[in-house]
């Protein structure tokens, strides 16, 4: 398996190696496995445990106490601790060698939350059961509008900043759960949630720590504290917004998720990022949903279909953000402070498309026209032809499929674009980039075929062969397929290695950043969580006919009839 990879690594590197994979050997299998790799055997401990034992062994213990998997006062004998790491290399998704390696010592030396939730004997260290997901304190509020008031303050900041970053932290998660929090008086005897400051000495390493008491299934009012450690430096306020954000979600009842990608994982990487899917699901799943969930932004008969542009990079460009395509072949734009405004207006756009701060629209007649940020004309960039039939824009580039069942792409200057020859007869389906120089080709035959820049006839790599493929779609970094049986398989880039995350019941797939969306036949749509075959339904109204979504998480669907929605819970 690895050899193959190895191939079909080399043949992209060079795409002028004449005829890099024997087709015949090659037809009729996927060129990936459908399972990961067999992991390597067991090392003797002696292997790994060379440098710093102690710092390793601290970090392992500590890694079992933030999810429960370990009794307060118990240590892991010497014995266990590769299986120990094993456990641990297989919430951070990496081959389970038992040997602490150095991505583990890169995720447990970043600061970490000290929150240690109840033991939970089911995910001891001797039950291999692991669901990679949130995971829930236990208790919850008995109440919906809560308080929380500051017990003292940081020296570090301002104390007024100290309050709105808080309270902008809250606000993440009112945002997604029909629950209210106020700030009561600093003086008020009791609120729910108290919050303080207090220095935990020179050596402890935990930024913060939630602490409750729970009289049986209730949170008791009073009885939380989220306490930040002060020897911290709290003018960060990347680190203060997370540290916040992670705290406020145990003091609503969630415990340290095993989604490394999650708000409540417990160490801090750096990045302060969106409230994660599983985070979502996590929160709905005690609390349930804002009603209403959805929100409509519009309603016009004549809407055909909704896109998103989302830059590939993390700061939004001038043209983000979503677009409707009309019968009338009017585009609107949804501005910031939620208006649609007229784009353009004209009867023959049939098609709009569009990718990092570039906006594109074809006409009836072939032509196909650009708009860059900060001009407010569009610029024609290919003639009028008969022979396109679709454009797509991803990364920075932009591609059209045509009737010849080739595929061209734009040269990025006047009205040129060049012939990509296809790698067969069939014609060519769907087509994704998952960067500026790799486009991927779902062939109409069910071939998956991937080329890199300059895309050259003979630079096609058959990556899949199975008729059953029916679509593809790629976000940030990973590549999804649909199959014919409903069911979606993820592409493991690293691993090399095809992992099927949803059964089922799927007729289309959409990606971005992170995020991955389906909907269902019945009408239904689902986000993935991030943790196999576990998707949480954003809608199950019988009629949605599109779903898009932003980087941060935003989802927006267009159900039949016209109507357009946003995603408010
Ligand atoms: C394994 O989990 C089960 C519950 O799923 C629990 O009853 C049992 O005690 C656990 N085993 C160990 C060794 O903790
Ligand atoms: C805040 O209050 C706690 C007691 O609740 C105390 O231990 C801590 O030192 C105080 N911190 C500051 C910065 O005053
Ligand atoms: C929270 O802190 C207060 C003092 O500010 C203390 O009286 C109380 O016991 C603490 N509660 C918990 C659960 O630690
Ligand atoms: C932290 O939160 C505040 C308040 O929402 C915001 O203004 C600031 O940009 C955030 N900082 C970062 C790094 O996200
Ligand atoms: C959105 O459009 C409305 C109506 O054209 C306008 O009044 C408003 O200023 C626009 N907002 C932004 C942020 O462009
Ligand atoms: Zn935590």
Known sequence: MKRLFAVLLAGLVSSCVSSPINDVEARGTSLIPSAAPTPTPTPQPSDGWRVDKNKQSRNVHNFFKAYGWLKKDDAIPNTKL???????????????????????????????????????????????????????????????SLTYRFVNYTADLPAAQQRSLVSAAFARWTQIAPITVTEAPSNAPRADIHIRFMSMGPTEDVYAFTNMI?????????????????????????????TAVHEIGHALGLSHSKVEEAIMFPF????????????????????????????????????????????????????????????????????????????????????????????????????????TAGSSTWRQIN????????????????????????????????????????????????????????????????????????????????????????????????????????SIVWLDSKEWYWKIIEDKGSKSVYAVGSYVYSRHGDGSVWRYTGTEGVWEMLDSRADSSMVVGDRKGSVWEMVSGGDIYKLVS
């Open 82 to 144: 590769p299986a120990a790491i094993r456990k641990i290399q297989k919430v951070l998704k990496v081959p389970q060698t038992g040997i602490y390696d150095e991505h583990m010592e890169t995720v447990m030396s970043k600061p970490r939350c000290g929150t240690i939730p109840q033991y939970d004997p089911s995910e001891s260290l001797d039950n291999s059961t692991l669901h990679s997901r949130f995971v829930l304190w236990g208790p919850k509020w008995d109440h919906t």
């Open 214 to 242: 729970a009289d049986g299934l209730a949170l008791s009012s009073g009885l939380i504290n989220i306490t930040f450690n002060d020897d911290f430096q709290w003018n960060d306020d990347r680190l203060f917004n997370y």
């Open 268 to 371: 801090f990487e750096g990045d302060i990022r969106p409230i994660h899917p599983d985070d979502q699901a996590g929160v709905h799943s005690i609390y349930g949903w804002k009603n209403p969930t959805w929100s409509r932004i519009d309603s016009n008969v004549a809407s055909k279909g909704v896109i998103q542009i989302s830059s590939a990079s993390s700061t939004s460009g001038i043209i983000d953000g979503l677009y409707q395509l009309r019968s009338t072949g009017q585009i609107l734009w949804y501005n910031s402070s939620g208006t649609w405004t007229s784009v353009d207006n004209n009867r023959d756009t049939i098609q709009i498309a569009g990718a990092n701060n570039f906006l594109y629209q074809r006409h009836t007649d072939g032509t196909i026209w650009k708009l």
């Open 383 to 486: 003639p009028a032809s008969t022979n396109v039939i679709e454009i797509y824009a991803a990364a920075d580039q932009l591609y059209m499929r045509r009737k010849d069942g080739w595929v061209a792409r734009y040269s990025g200057s006047g009205q040129t674009w060049s012939t990509i020859q296809q790698p067969s007869t069939p014609s060519s389906m769907q087509l994704a980039a998952s960067d500026s120089r790799t486009l991927w080709n779902l062939l109409a035959n069910g071939d998956l075929v991937r080329s890199e820049y300059p895309y050259t006839a003979d630079g096609w790599q058959v990556v899949d062969q199975n008729p059953s493929n029916v679509a593809i779609a790629i976000g940030g970094e990973e590549f999804y397929k649909l199959q014919s049986d409903g």
